[in-house]
Structures are given as structure tokens and as C-alpha cells.
T-cell receptor, first 111, second 110 residues
Framework: GQQVMQIPQYQHVQEGEDFTTYCNSSTTLSNIQWYKQRPGGHPVFLIQLVKSGEVKKQKRLTFQFGEAKKNSSLHITATQTTDVGTYFCAGPEAAGNKLTFGGGTRVLVKP | ETGVTQTPRHLVMGMTNKKSLKCEQHLGHNAMYWYKQSAKKPLELMFVYSLEERVENNSVPSRFSPECPNSSHLFLHLHTLQPEDSALYLC?????????FGPGTRLTVL
């Protein structure tokens, strides 16, 4: 079946620094979605990318969908303590209503 | 965010108890999901309902029994659970690909 993998599993970042987390799918995706789960919270939809090579920005967050539509990245600039949480990527399965989620990247920010 | 609500938010139960988790979505979506989230498996899909019909059962033990009486409500009936079933149980709904999660029920099985 479809597998979605994320690296790194944990990301320790100094406040103010940039970092990137990566998402790779075993199959070509029609779209890729990113979710954020704050500590003690639930996953919240951030963004969806549909087109090959698409880049979208949300303030300090930059999301990119690979040309082959099998990978994606999330780059955060000038990390803040509000960025703490687990970031999941997810891709829809070819048929049905299912999303396959990656294992998540847990971001910890050092002030 | 009140589009998807879950009750109770916290539940402690013994292994011989029977309890139910409730999920309600106010978004007019046609699909609903149960996920289990634990330290071992961050987001583990359990069940999928589409138009009130179960379309996915991911090899979940029979001690978990879902029920979807209508497109807005989803239940997870629990009985004879094991301590390893302690986890955060998340409900989600969707109309297309994007899923909207409820706050979850933190379940502890003693």
C-alpha cells in the first residue's frame, strides 16, 4: 500500500533559526496536505498543494510540492516558540476517502 | 474551532467496562473517521465511514465497534479493552480530501 515517510522525526531548533522538514511518498500523489498538531491539541489543516512544483507561503512557512508529485517540504524561517508542535504531511489514496499520514516531524524550539 | 466535537474529552475505564465515544460534525461533510494516536503510531486510521456506510476497517480488534447513525454523528463503542488501548482517539470528517479533526478523547484503560 501507499506509504508516506517524514524526516526528521524530531527537529530541535534554536529560536530564530530556519529549518526544513521533508515528506516522501511511495506513490505519485494527486495532492499533498500539511497539518500541524500543537502539544495537547489535535491536527489542524494548514495547506494543500496540487500542482507539480507548486510553492505556497504562509507567513514564515514555505511549502513545496516536488516535480514528480511524490515529495514535499516545509521550510520555516526565523523559528518562533509558537512553531512548536508536530507537523504531518498526508496524501490521498487513489480510491476512497483515505488519507495516508506521514509519521510527523516533532519540532522543539530552544529559546 | 467547533466544526467537529468529541465527548468525553477524557475517559478512564477499567478493562471490564463498556463505554462509548461520541463525535459530531457540523460541517455538512459526508465522510467520518476514527483514528488512534499513541506514542508508538502517531496517526493510525481505524475506521472510515462514507455516506454512513463503513468503507474501511483497518484490522481493528472487535473490542472496538463503530456506529454511524447519520452523516453528522459517529460513535466508537468500547468493551473489554486492554491497557495498550490507552491513547488519544481522534475523530475527523471530510467532504473532499481535507480532513477536519475533533479535539480527541484521551482514553486511559486501567
Amino acid at each position: 500500500g501507499q506509504q508516506v515517510m517524514q524526516i526528521p522525526q524530531y527537529q530541535h531548533v534554536q529560536e530564530g533559526e530556519d529549518f526544513t522538514t521533508y515528506c516522501n511518498s511511495s506513490t505519485t500523489l494527486s495532492n499533498i496536505q500539511w497539518y500541524k498538531q500543537r502539544p495537547g491539541g489535535h491536527p489542524v489543516f494548514l495547506i494543500q498543494l496540487v500542482k507539480s512544483g507548486e510553492v505556497k507561503k504562509q507567513k514564515r512557512l514555505t511549502f513545496q510540492f516536488g516535480e514528480a508529485k511524490k515529495n514535499s517540504s516545509l521550510h520555516i524561517t526565523a523559528t518562533q516558540t509558537t512553531d512548536v508542535g508536530t507537523y504531518f504531511c498526508a496524501g490521498p489514496e487513489a480510491a476512497g476517502n483515505k488519507l495516508t499520514f506521514g509519521g510527523g516531524t516533532r519540532v522543539l524550539v530552544k529559546p | 474551532e467547533t466544526g467537529v466535537t468529541q465527548t468525553p474529552r477524557h475517559l478512564v475505564m477499567g478493562m471490564t467496562n463498556k463505554k462509548s465515544l461520541k463525535c459530531e460534525q457540523h460541517l455538512g461533510h459526508n465522510a467520518m473517521y476514527w483514528y488512534k494516536q499513541s506514542a508508538k503510531k502517531p496517526l493510525e486510521l481505524m475506521f472510515v465511514y462514507s455516506l454512513e456506510e463503513r468503507v474501511e476497517n483497518n484490522s481493528v480488534p472487535s473490542r472496538f465497534s463503530p456506529e454511524c447513525p447519520n452523516s453528522s454523528h459517529l460513535f466508537l463503542h468500547l468493551h473489554t479493552l486492554q491497557p495498550e488501548d490507552s491513547a488519544l482517539y481522534l475523530c475527523a470528517s471530510s467532504q473532499a480530501d481535507t480532513q477536519y479533526f475533533g479535539p480527541g478523547t484521551r482514553l486511559t484503560v486501567l
